[in-house]
């Protein structure tokens, strides 16, 4: 989990730069690095720790620079010193790459390569990337990022600049998120909208096997053999104070205070009067395979994965349709059985985890239903399911998960009184059943007040 922000447009690229990727240093904080063409000269800075280092070494320095990429790191491959710190150059330095992911079969390329006599200064995975363009480059850069990324094998979201083609960013990725941001003259491209959100809400999800190329005064999307492709431009419902600490010492402890808001957004307009008539409308279009569903499998990871859990206790004792929760990691890796009426449900707060991506996609090759619970709007796995509901409760930035978890439960909850009314829509649902969940965000609400206690 690393950190990138690409930036080109009028205002000053550093100062944008080291804004956003402050915003992402959730994200890897053990080294840092960026990189910039200034007066047809490409500039690379480093450091080791935090981002702090990295603007001590910038401070006091005027740069007037338009065009650049940023990286904050979580070390893979290599320890966390200033050789292993991204952004990577080639031989010339005349190239520099950042990268999220990981390249498998990086030592049968690096081996490739040094025979080809490219000298590598570092231990990671990603500074094949920066001589493979090397190798390839003919005056072209995004002809030769993806020339270069056909020879990659494994996960990238990958941003890259040269002083030999040095009025634009080019950015692909395949299995690591990359946002395109449009600002006004300007453009981003970052790992997380966090880090552009101060200057624009308007966004292009970039797919797998994408490409993007920015300049001063436009962007175009292609695939990887250079087919335009054509976006739709998303505006991102939150704002800028979602992604500030508001006081609080870090996001996690904001996040915890922010569950009883969160849980009633979960909760907004879905629950129809004292009926028990839950209302989930992005199901409707799965509502004839909800209703015949015979089995149902989900998928997820981590955190997403406890909440799953407790879903299925409540799905199976409520619904009487068999649940069964699996890791998405080891989903992807056997040989799943997936039967006529089989509905998987991903869980996943960014919607962009790669497991329960790779999981949902064996499962649709098997001929299974896809729902999606998920909180980011446009996301991957919200785009790729069938069907699927959003948790609406804004960014969370906390490493360790505390609104969202309590807010897929909350989901999972709508979900299961959801099918009770697809299942037995003759037998209304309990009225005490609605006003317990309704009662819960005041409850939460309470032990916060407590919080000292």
């Known amino acids: 989990m690393c950190g990138i922000v690409g930036y080109i447009g009028h205002n000053k690229a550093v100062d944008v730069l080291l804004d956003g990727i402050k915003r992402l240093e959730y994200r890897g904080y053990d080294s840092s690095g960026i990189a910039f063409i200034e007066d047809g000269i490409l500039k690379c800075e480093k450091a080791v720790g935090k981002i702090a280092e990295l603007e001590k070494k910038l401070d006091g320095m005027n740069f007037n620079t338009h065009i650049g990429i940023v990286h904050t790191r979580w070390a893979t491959h290599g320890a966390p010193t200033m050789a292993n710190a991204h952004p990577h150059l080639d031989c010339h330095n005349e190239i520099a790459v950042v990268h999220n992911g990981i390249i498998e079969n990086y030592d049968y390329l690096k081996l490739k390569l040094e025979r080809e006599g ?46 030999k083609d040095p009025q634009k960013i080019v950015a692909a990725r395949r299995g690591s998120p990359l946002v395109l941001g449009i600002g006004n003259q300007e453009y981003f491209i970052t790992s997380d909208i966090s880090a552009s959100l101060e200057h624009t809400r308007d966004v292009v999800y970039l797919d797998d096997n994408e490409v993007a190329i920015l300049t001063f005064d436009h962007y175009e999307t292609k695939t990887m053999q250079n087919i335009p492709t054509y976006k739709k431009v998303e505006e991102v419902l939150w704002n800028i104070d979602m992604i500030e600490k508001g006081g609080y010492e870090h996001f996690m402890l904001k996040e915890i205070h922010e569950q009883p808001q969160a849980l009633r957004n979960v909760m907004r307009g879905r629950i129809e009067g004292d009926r028990g008539l839950v209302k989930l409308g992005g199901l409707i279009s799965c509502e004839k395979e909800l209703r015949e569903a015979k089995r149902i499998v989900i998928v997820a990871c981590g955190t997403s994965w406890h909440a799953g859990l407790v879903g299925e206790y409540m799905l199976e004792e409520l619904t009487r ?132 206690e």
């Open 118 to 163: 490219h000298v590598f200064q570092s231990e990671t995975d990603t500074e094949v990337l920066s001589h493979l363009i090397e190798k390839y480059f003919k005056g072209n850069l995004e002809m030769a990022v993806m020339e270069a990324l056909k020879e990659v094998e494994g996960t990238y979201g990958v941003a890259a600049i040269s002083i």
């Open 321 to 452: 349709i068999p649940v069964e929760v699996e890791y998405a990691s080891e989903f992807r890796y056997r040989n799943p059985v997936v039967e006529e009426g089989t509905v998987v449900i991903a869980i996943s707060q960014s919607g962009e985890t790669a497991d329960t991506l790779a999981a949902m996609r064996e499962a649709r090759h098997k001929g299974a239903k896809l729902l999606s619970i998920c909180n980011v709007v446009g996301s991957t796995i919200a785009r790729e399911a069938d069907c699927g509901i959003y948790l609406h409760i804004g960014p969370e930035i906390g490493v360790a998960s505390t609104k969202a978890f309590t807010a897929q439960i909350a989901v999972l909850y709508l979900f299961t009184l959801y099918m009770m009314n697809l299942k037995y829509p003759n037998n209304p649902i309990p009225s005490d059943m609605i006003k317990v969940i309704q009662a819960i965000p005041d409850k939460v609400q309470t032990i916060l007040t407590m919080e000292e």
